[in-house]
């Protein structure tokens, strides 16, 4: 009999963006509070979204082209599936999904036993600065999975070798309310086609198979595959089905107050639709999914 698992947590979710002010504007005026900018090494840069749940939005820009370039030639996957998914679907979207690990060399020989390696593990170091000021050096190691099927989403587990303890309180105290993201949303003509990818992912082997497709638990966030008929119940959108593969398309938040929620949004005239009692925003510029907010106590 297989040994139990314990489901990874949600690290972060990607999101590739046209620019970096582009997306602290937007995501300010949804009522989010925004991290300083900070660069990678390899070109990239990001405008983070921290939560209280430990989970965090990484908006996703370009800082150096050439830059980029390189570090994609050189082998750089998380640069190379930045550059693949901007030339498929443009500068606006939701590429990949980041668990946290203890372990992500052991994840990387996991994910190559089961031929599902998405390239070479990738170790950096970059500084980061506390809401106080004060810079100091973080260090990262991921371990990448992926499915040739599936060109446009991609995901990878992190571990954090050296990250200076800092006190984020203040970049986790948002207008909108919300506390952490309660669920992923993927879609996919046939989600169950990619039921074992999105498990071992989050190393969890229980799987929810439903008539809209399927969910899949992470520690503490949901992460489902939605049909075209589910996307449509759910989201009141049409998804293409004659493109295969999982495509990121929405981000489910959790709030202690909805009707707070759809004050302040209305109040900065913020469009909402109203589905199944969760409020939405439409994907716009600097927003490359869409945003539910779902009230939980």
């Known amino acids: 009999m297989p040994s139990p698992r314990t489901p990874r947590p949600l690290d972060h979710v990607v999101l590739p963006v046209p620019d970096l002010a582009m997306a602290r504007a937007r995501h300010a005026a949804l009522g989010f509070t925004v991290a300083p900018d900070a660069l990678h090494p390899f070109g990239t840069e990001n405008a983070c979204v921290f939560f209280a749940d430990n989970s965090y939005l990484e908006p996703l820009a370009v800082a150096g082209r050439e830059d980029c370039e390189a570090a994609a030639i050189a082998g750089n996957v998380f640069v190379a599936r930045d550059q693949a998914y901007r030339f498929r679907q443009g ?54 999975a992926a499915d040739l099927r599936s060109p446009d989403f991609f995901g990878f587990t992190v571990q954090r070798l050296n990250v200076p303890a800092v006190d984020r309180t203040a970049l986790t105290a948002h207008d909108n309310g919300v506390a952490g993201i309660a669920e992923l949303v993927l879609s996919e003509p046939n989600p169950t086609d990619f039921q074992y990818f999105v498990q071992e992912l989050c190393n969890n082997r229980e799987v929810d198979a439903h008539s809209f497709g399927m969910t899949i638990e992470l520690a503490e966030t949901r992460v489902t595959v939605l049909n075209p008929a589910g996307m449509q119940a759910w989201y009141g959108r049409k998804a293409s089905t004659h493109s295969r593969g999982l495509r990121g398309r929405a981000i489910v938040y959790r709030v202690g107050d909805l009707a707070a929620t759809r004050s302040m949004l209305e109040g900065r005239g913020v469009a909402t639709r109203t589905i199944a009692g969760r409020l939405l925003v439409d994907e716009a510029p600097g927003q490359g999914a869409i945003y539910a907010f779902e009230e939980i106590r």
């Open 91 to 144: 500068d606006n979207g939701f590429s990949a999904f980041v668990a946290g690990s203890s372990d992500a060399a052991a994840d990387d020989a996991h994910f190559r036993a089961l031929g599902m390696s998405g390239g070479e593990i990738l170790e950096f170091s970059r500084p980061m600065r506390s809401p106080d000021g004060v810079e100091s050096n973080a260090s990262f190691r991921l371990a990448f």
